[in-house]
């Protein structure tokens, strides 16, 4: 049943439901092809991995979704090598570029040489101005319960009209958006669609170590803490014995710097932390999850988690 009129540039995806690109390695191939399959749109996060990786996983989610579906890249823009990995994502052809973090005013010119669309992740209704101004395609507002990086400390659903009002291209809600009434409200407030992360997660194709999603699972209310990472952010994490050395400003040994980000507290390593995790090392690294994670009691199959959202948001419709 297609019940979108979501339009990013050529995309018209028959669910109206973006996937959250999560790093590092958390959302690859295996679960961006998995949602754009099921009718979103997939993306994979080209964060902490490689370029030659980065261009073997929009391949393998091209074989996967047989050249149908709609799989894009995302990229932190604190990373040294923010540049070359979009231009070169953009080289594969893949259907969007979506970025947080920091403005790029050049990935809007490098959309326009390559023909890709640029998606610019905000939580205000200025940058989402300024974003469309430099020729973002659709706008993705975050809110304060997202997981990882975050850029606010406002609810999604205080933003949202503010966002809406403020601009006239395609506005994503997201940031603790997990069943069908959550898209009902998003979408009542002008949202053309929402962006999910951390429902992603727990799911059978999520590209994560089986101990990470558990993690999640496991979670209780209140387990979530905001942890300050050397990317010069706050970052939303399920607490464990890393978050709070973190929280206790411990400096925790290095044991080899690539010089990944553009500025680093040294503090920690950032993405020496989320790979450990991501590879089931659930203690010893950063964890992200959404504020709302201990709501999430089951690992799904992608299609049954979007099925269920879609259902009950059109009931919800139906009723209204």
Same mark, same amino acid.
């Given at each position: 049943?297609?019940?979108?009129?979501?339009?990013?540039?050529?995309?018209?995806?028959?669910?109206?439901?973006?996937?959250?690109?999560?790093?590092? +390695?958390?959302?690859?191939?295996?679960? !961006?092809?998995?949602?754009?399959?099921?009718?979103?749109?997939?993306? &994979?996060?080209?964060?902490?991995?490689?370029?030659?990786?980065?261009?073997?996983?929009?391949?393998?989610?091209?074989?996967?979704?047989?050249?149908?579906?709609?799989?894009? #890249?995302?990229?932190?823009?604190?990373?040294?090598?923010?540049?070359?990995?979009?231009?070169?994502?953009?080289?594969?052809? #893949?259907?969007?570029?979506?970025?947080?973090? $920091?403005?790029? +005013?050049?990935?809007?010119?490098?959309?326009?040489?390559?023909?890709?669309?640029?998606?610019?992740?905000?939580?205000?209704?200025?940058?989402?101005?300024?974003?469309?101004?430099?020729?973002?395609?659709?706008?993705?507002?975050?809110?304060?319960?997202?997981?990882?990086?975050? $850029?606010?400390?406002?609810?999604?659903?205080? &933003?949202?009209?503010?966002?809406?009002?403020? #601009?006239?291209?395609?506005?994503? !809600?997201?940031? $603790? &958006?997990?069943?069908?009434?959550?898209?009902?409200?998003?979408?009542?407030?002008?949202?053309?669609?929402?962006?999910?992360?951390?429902?992603? #997660?727990?799911?059978?194709?999520?590209?994560?170590?089986?101990?990470?999603?558990?993690?999640?699972?496991?979670?209780?209310?209140?387990?979530?803490?905001?942890?300050?990472?050397?990317?010069?952010?706050?970052?939303?994490?399920? +607490?464990?014995?890393?978050?709070?050395?973190?929280?206790?400003?411990?400096?925790?040994?290095?044991?080899?710097?690539?010089?990944?980000?553009?500025?680093?507290?040294?503090?920690?390593?950032?993405?020496?932390?989320?790979?450990?995790?991501?590879?089931?090392?659930?203690?010893?690294?950063?964890?992200?999850?959404?504020? +709302?994670?201990?709501?999430?009691?089951?690992?799904?199959?992608?299609?049954?988690?979007?099925?269920? &959202?879609?259902?009950?948001?059109?009931?919800?419709?139906?009723?209204?």
């Amino acid at each position: 049943m297609t019940i979108s009129k979501l339009q990013i540039a050529h995309m018209k995806p028959s669910v109206p439901i973006i996937q959250g690109g999560m790093g590092v +390695r958390v959302s690859l191939s295996g679960l !961006a092809s998995a949602v754009a399959n099921t009718g979103g749109i997939g993306t &994979i996060s080209g964060t902490g991995i490689s370029i030659e990786e980065m261009k073997k996983q929009i391949r393998k989610a091209r074989e996967l979704t047989k050249g149908v579906g709609y799989i894009g #890249v995302n990229v932190l823009y604190a990373m040294t090598d923010f540049s070359d990995k979009i231009k070169a994502a953009m080289e594969e052809k #893949v259907d969007f570029i979506i970025s947080g973090a $920091g403005i790029s +005013r050049d990935m809007y010119t490098w959309g326009k040489q390559y023909g890709v669309p640029v998606i610019s992740i905000v939580s205000s209704a200025k940058l989402a101005k300024l974003s469309q101004k430099l020729g973002a395609s659709a706008i993705v507002v975050e809110g304060a319960e997202a997981g990882g990086h975050l $850029g606010t400390d406002r609810p999604l659903l205080d &933003i949202l009209p503010e966002v809406t009002e403020a #601009v006239d291209i395609p506005v994503i !809600a997201a940031g $603790g &958006i997990l069943t069908g009434d959550d898209m009902t409200k998003a979408m009542n407030l002008g949202a053309d669609g929402v962006q999910i992360g951390s429902r992603f #997660v727990a799911s059978e194709e999520c590209d994560a170590d089986p101990a990470f999603k558990q993690k999640y699972i496991d979670s209780e209310k209140d387990d979530t803490v905001l942890v300050n990472t050397t990317v010069g952010l706050p970052g939303r994490a399920i +607490r464990n014995q890393f978050t709070d050395k973190i929280i206790a400003n411990e400096k925790v040994k290095i044991e080899k710097c690539t010089l990944c980000l553009k500025d680093c507290s040294h503090q920690f390593c950032t993405l020496d932390s989320l790979e450990k995790t991501v590879d089931g090392d659930i203690d010893n690294g950063i964890v992200f999850a959404g504020s +709302r994670v201990h709501e999430i009691k089951e690992i799904l199959p992608v299609k049954q988690i979007i099925d269920c &959202i879609i259902n009950q948001y059109t009931e919800r419709t139906v009723v209204g």
